[in-house]
């Protein structure tokens, strides 16, 4: 991370342009994500070299490796183009949805749609407090 935050400043990939507002006070690199997402992939591969896993053995890790690439290419996406943020919010319900479809939810309530609902509730604000760092 240290290492790409250097690279990112000395490429200047920091400033997301005058005329676009943003919460924080100071300039950041806009594509950290790279760096997260590296990580993640390789962090991943050590899991499924250590344990001898094949992708299809376990059906909520690849879900989850689904989502997080999905949500890194949103991220980029944003960063590069600046993108609007009802697409930005259908790509996050999509991630929510892609985690339900691979049986990765929140199991609090003896309704289904409920748990549903606040996975898809939960995924999306995660999304955006990770997008606000």
């Known amino acids: ?45 050590a899991f499924f070299i250590t344990y001898g896993l094949s992708p299809n053995s376990d059906g909520g890790f690849l879900g989850l490796v689904v989502v997080v690439t999905l949500g890194f290419f949103i991220g980029l996406q944003d960063d590069a183009y600046n993108t609007r943020p009802l697409l930005k919010f259908l790509g996050q319900v999509t991630c929510a949805v892609i985690m339900i479809i691979y049986d990765v939810h929140i199991n609090l309530f003896d309704i289904a749609l409920l748990d549903y609902f606040l996975t898809i509730f939960w995924v999306v604000g995660i999304m955006n407090s990770i997008n606000l760092l």
């Open 1 to 45: 991370m240290i290492l790409y935050k250097k690279y990112a400043r000395k490429i200047e990939v920091e400033s997301p342009g005058e005329n676009v507002v943003r919460w924080a006070s100071t300039t950041k690199p806009t594509v950290g994500g790279i760096s997260f997402f590296v990580a993640f992939i390789l962090a991943a591969l």
